[in-house]
Nanobody, 122 residues
Framework: VQLQASGGGLVQAGGSLRLSCTAS????????MGWFRQAPGKEREFVAS????????YYIDSVKGRFTISRDNANTMVYLQMNSLRPEDTAVYYC????????????????WGKGTQVTVSS
């Protein structure tokens, strides 16, 4: 499976972006999916996750109420809607696939995608 994140860009604080993660090679419908981010000089951190059916999702506290993760299994897509963006959200964002939400939490990912840069100006 090859994953590719897209949709990043430069936005002013308070603005919105929608990230997309596409997969090629096989369906993602059996995988839990996660979004992670890595800011310059910092470790990669978990942002959000969603189970295979899209019913259950988790978020890091700093993005709760602002970000929404969703998926479209028919089209093998996963999304991260980011609203009310802040400068501290600036990072490279990555999508990844795992066998379960527990695996996502433990960062035992089966597949990682190439990241997309999100820059939020103040």
């Amino acid at each position: 499976v090859q994953l590719q994140a897209s949709g990043g860009g430069l936005v002013q604080a308070g603005g919105s972006l929608r990230l997309s993660c596409t997969a090629s090679g096989r369906t993602l419908s059996n995988y839990a999916m996660g979004w992670f981010r890595q800011a310059p000089g910092k470790e990669r951190e978990f942002v959000a996750s969603i189970n295979w059916s899209g019913v259950t999702s988790y978020y890091i506290d700093s993005v709760k109420g602002r970000f929404t993760i969703s998926r479209d299994n028919a089209n093998t897509m996963v999304y991260l809607q980011m609203n009310s963006l802040r400068p501290e959200d600036t990072a490279v964002y990555y999508c990844a696939a795992a066998t379960s939400l527990v695996a996502v939490q433990r960062r035992v990912m089966d597949y990682w995608g190439k990241g997309t840069q999100v820059t939020v100006s103040s």
